[in-house]
């Protein structure tokens, strides 16, 4: 379970993890799905093959896909309209590639640690809203490493943030 090995021993380039690979659909996809599979957890997995039928799901489950999937849209979009014009990220790529870009970084802040772009050329706005937001929701990892403990966590703080929302609005 740890992909530090991915960037620590720096074969192919020192401390470049995922960036030669940035506009390359089949590794960051696929790196992406086993990570969101690996971080849904086996609770929800057990779930999802057990009882087919999603009215079925116990709300737990649905949280757990929705949370999920809100983040990485939102992150997505959030990233790619921070970077679209960034020349040192993602501003030189076909819009396909920022897309493709996007979507691995807003999955990866939260959960896998990889970098498919240069962390120290993103804007500012990335680097202390969105990247800092993702961690809080899924700083699970330092607190506990059971996964079904994590998407409680992840639930918690997401209610937080918009019990925080409201607040402030």
Known sequence: ?????????????????????AKDPTILLTLSVLTIIGGLGFVVWDEVIRVRNPKK?????????IITASLLVIGTAGFMI????????????TFGQKLL?????????RTAGFASI??????YSIQDNETAIKQYINAKRYINKDVAGENIKKIDKFINIIEFNNIIY
């Open 101 to 109: 870009s996007s979507f691995f970084q807003s999955m990866t802040c």
């Open 82 to 93: 921070a970077e679209y014009n960034n020349v040192d990220t993602i501003g030189t790529m």
């Open 1 to 21: 379970f740890c992909n530090a090995g991915f960037d620590c021993f720096g074969f192919i380039e020192p401390n470049a993890s995922m960036t030669i690979f």
């Open 118 to 123: 240069d962390q120290a050329s993103l804007t």
């Open 57 to 65: 799901w116990s709300v737990y489950t649905k949280l757990v896909l």
